[in-house]
């Protein structure tokens, strides 16, 4: 009888260690990030327009363009324009989720594109890493093929060159102060050559 408890001790036991293991090689394995667009040469001609809008305007935006392309995913994750750029959600973790939110300083580049900069970070009681959250963020949600999470520099890259929209308009962002609530973005809309 004792041989029996002896044998499933140290089996709990090892098995508690191997998930001890997993979880640390997990927690400090290199993350490797999205390859970053390059800057491409545009040789149509296009007519642009500026627009300005507000944060609770592009909300509605963004979470009508999140719901359309069908982006949520198995796992709901939410995206909201305040002082900052937040995102809200929750990443599995064994048999339980734990919800985080992470808040991004935008900046709009002279591309067009904007990055966000990770400013600050809270997932449940826990101490995680930057750089280990927003990998798990990039593999557990499905995110548009344009927006390049850099975990390692602990960065989003959205690569507003590369969004698809209708009848081939193209958007630039061209300011971006969240905190005065001062957005505007450059439309450009291709014109026929033909004239």
Excluded: C
Excluded at 142 to 153: G, L, S
């Amino acid at each position: 009888m004792k041989n029996k408890w002896k044998a499933a001790f140290f089996a709990l036991s090892g098995a508690l260690i191997a998930g001890i293991v997993i979880i640390l090689l997990m927690v400090f394995a290199p993350a490797e990030d999205d390859a970053l667009p390059e800057n491409k040469a545009n040789n149509n001609r296009e007519v642009g327009f500026d627009v300005r809008s507000n944060k609770h305007d592009l909300n509605l935006i963004i979470e009508h363009y999140i719901e359309e392309e069908g982006l949520k995913g198995p796992v709901e994750y939410d995206v909201q324009l305040k002082d900052d750029v937040e995102l809200h959600g929750s990443v599995p973790v064994f048999t339980s989720d734990i919800n985080f939110e992470l808040a991004f300083e935008p900046k709009a580049l002279d591309n067009g594109d904007i990055l966000l900069k990770q400013k600050s970070i809270s997932v449940g009681s826990l101490n995680l890493p930057v750089s280990y959250v927003l990998k798990v963020i990039r593999d557990s949600y499905n995110f548009p093929e344009w927006v390049k999470i850099q975990p390692n520099d602990e960065l989003i890259y959205v690569s507003l060159q590369d969004m698809k929209l209708k009848s081939d308009i193209k958007v630039r962002a061209k300011e971006f102060d969240l905190e005065e609530d001062n957005i505007m973005f450059r439309l450009l809309v291709p014109v026929d050559q033909a004239q």
